[in-house]
């Protein structure tokens, strides 16, 4: 194999069909450089979408009350379900397991108005407990959270977002232990947030701001009301997350008297079940980027196998001078393969190259956004694309070397 009179005829009988080897091995190249391409892009693709999820536990379900369209018990279809503190502290019993759990009361059930001064903007207030942020992951860069001092004593302080801050604030001014008035009401500034999302938004493109929400219920007469919640739990397989949804949903449907069947009752965010949709789906899309670059390769594969018969056909009559001066099927076998191998080891090498350069350009060019985001290739995968390329440089050259291995050299010598 690391004969200098091999490899010499090796190069020789390259140099000879210089275009003949450069057409063939571009075959290897484009499937090699295209299933890097594409598995970069893919990982991009799955990287923005799961970015989505980062925060946000994903071992947790949301619900929100809805609209009875069954009737149960005598009562008739069409009545509002309306969640409160109660279900939470039924919530956090009923179902096994629960990690965090938080109710959140979103302030006049729309944007509300942040104003200081002559400076305002409406934005999403969510009255919440301190356990939220354990649920949708609020990164703290100055201040705190809310806390349980806040809840206990319905304390009038307020957590903002960076948005907020350059909205309502002058560039170097320093926003916590400030007021602004939420809808007429003074609020205290405690803390500015950032999410690890930073496309993370509510309605106009602006965060929410958080306040304590027994200050959210007492100020805008929300009596024990929340809109929204959300808890996590410690079995995050599949049939965990469905047991946990049915178990939040019967015991909703027993305190407020509705059918425990009536899907538009309660609406319900499962994101056990997101994100395990979300990873069969990509699962698939990277099954079909896999089989569109090996099917690209296995082209290349079948293209080098057939120059090599040509090869084998034209040097018909110098294998048989070498078998007939002794050489051994192993040495012409080894000979076509190692022939074949460096072809597609040095052209799939240039497609690797190629298609990890594409894409670290790509994601040099390309902003991180919520549906594209950091396109990778990870080692293992040039790891597996070069042990193709040795795999397919010898399927390649294989069965030409099994022809030339059954010349006769008599016959080899007759021939034109």
């Known amino acids: 194999m690391f004969s200098r009179e091999t490899w010499g005829e090796i190069l020789q009988s390259i140099g ?3 275009l003949r080897t450069v057409l063939t091995g571009f075959a290897v190249f484009w499937g090699i450089f295209m299933l890097i391409l594409l598995l970069g892009l893919g990982a991009g693709l799955k990287n923005g979408f799961a970015y989505n999820f980062r925060n946000t536990a994903e071992n947790s379900i949301s619900i929100w009350g809805g609209e009875t369209s069954k009737p149960w018990n005598g009562l008739p279809t069409n009545r509002q379900i309306q969640l409160d503190e109660e279900d939470v502290e039924t919530l956090r019993n009923a179902v096994p397991g629960v990690i965090n759990i938080s109710g959140s009361y979103r302030v006049w059930r729309g944007n509300s108005r942040l104003q200081r001064g002559d400076k305002y903007g409406s934005y999403n207030i969510h009255g919440v407990v301190s356990e939220h942020q354990q649920l ?3 990164i703290m860069d100055r ?3 809310i806390n349980e001092v ?14 907020a801050r350059k909205e309502l604030f002058a560039k170097d001014e320093e926003p916590l232990g400030e007021w602004l008035n939420v809808n007429g009401v003074p609020f205290q500034v405690v803390g500015l947030y950032r999410f690890e999302n930073e496309g993370r938004h509510g309605m106009m493109g602006r965060s929410p701001v958080y306040i304590p929400l027994s200050a959210a219920q007492q100020v805008f007469n929300a009596q024990r009301d929340v ?26 449907a027993r305190r407020h008297n509705f059918d425990p069947t009536d899907e538009r009752a309660l609406w319900t965010q499962n994101n056990v079940e997101n994100v395990g949709q979300f990873n069969m789906i990509f699962g698939f899309i990277n099954a079909f980027i ?6 690209s390769l296995v082209a290349g594969i079948v293209g080098i196998g057939n120059i090599m018969l040509i090869v084998v056909k034209d040097r018909t009559r110098e294998i048989g001078i070498r078998k007939a001066l002794g050489a051994t099927p192993a040495n012409v076998v080894g000979q076509i393969i190692l022939e074949a191998l460096f072809v597609t080891t040095l052209f799939g090498y240039f497609g690797l190259a190629a298609g990890v350069g594409s894409v670290e350009v790509i994601a040099s060019l390309v902003p991180g956004g919520e ?27 294989y069965f030409p070397a099994r022809r030339a291995a059954a010349i006769r050299p008599i016959e080899a010598l007759r021939d034109e």
Request: proline share 1%; no cysteine; glycine share 8%.
């Open 371 to 397: 549906f594209f985001r950091d396109p990778t290739i990870g080692f293992s995968t040039a790891v597996y694309s070069l042990l193709a390329m040795l795999v397919a440089g010898t399927l390649a050259g």
């Open 150 to 163: 806040d809840e206990q004593e319905k304390r009038k302080v307020i957590v903002i977002a960076e948005d």
């Open 143 to 145: 201040g705190r959270f």
């Open 227 to 252: 809109d929204e919640i959300m808890f996590s739990f410690s079995d995050a397989s599949a049939v965990g997350a469905a047991m946990a949804e049915q178990r939040a949903i019967s015991a909703i």
């Open 16 to 18: 000879k069909n210089k």
């Open 136 to 138: 949708e992951k609020q």
């Open 290 to 295: 896999v089989v569109i670059g090996i099917g």
